[in-house]
């Protein structure tokens, strides 16, 4: 495990408390996309540990995807968005060591010939990124809490 992910994953309780019932969040697993099966920091899914023992979230079950970049920025910002913009994912983050921020993406394009983001939104440290599921703000996340 890379040093990134280990900072990352000692951040995780910052998602814990916020995360309402019938939603899980997953920490580097698979999710089944109709044209991939990525492997995201995390994400964000409909349902409980009990859902996924035989099967994969899909991206109808995702409500939000998170990667965690510092050499993988580019990739993330590139193809990764839009991988998950193709699939429909509504929100996609990027907790960008680089440049210590939160990159929110959201408004998918769906399939497309060049698949995008319509929404983005940055957030730094001192600022809080709202956690939305199915359409609504459950809670915010401060920017601080995610970075190592």
Same mark, same amino acid.
């Given at each position: 495990? =890379?040093?990134? *992910?280990? =900072? =990352?994953? *000692?951040?995780?309780?910052?998602?814990? &408390?916020?995360?309402?019932? #019938?939603w899980l969040l997953r920490? /580097? /697993?698979?999710? +089944?996309? =109709?044209d991939s099966v990525p492997e995201p920091d995390? @994400?964000?899914v409909r349902g409980?540990? *009990?859902?996924? $023992?035989?099967? !994969?979230? $899909? @991206? @109808?079950?995702?409500?939000i995807v998170i990667e965690v970049s510092d050499s993988s920025l580019l990739r993330d910002q590139r193809d990764k968005f839009r991988v998950f913009a193709r699939? #429909?994912? &509504? !929100?996609?983050?990027?907790?960008?060591l680089v440049d210590r921020?939160?990159? !929110?993406? $959201? /408004? &998918?394009?769906g399939p497309a010939d060049? &698949?995008?983001?319509? +929404?983005?939104?940055n957030y730094t440290v001192g600022e809080s990124v709202p956690l939305v599921l199915d359409g609504v +703000?459950?809670?915010?996340?401060?920017v601080a809490d995610l970075l190592p």
């Open positions: 495990m =890379s040093l990134k *992910r280990s =900072s =990352s994953c *000692r951040r995780t309780p910052a998602f814990y &408390p916020v995360i309402p019932a #019938g920490i /580097q /697993q698979t999710v +089944e996309l =109709s995390f @994400a964000i409980n540990p *009990r859902s996924f $023992t035989k099967k !994969h979230p $899909t @991206a @109808a079950d995702v409500a699939a #429909g994912v &509504p !929100h996609y983050w990027i907790i960008n921020r939160v990159e !929110h993406y $959201t /408004q &998918p394009s060049v &698949p995008a983001y319509r +929404e983005f939104q +703000e459950v809670a915010s996340v401060p």
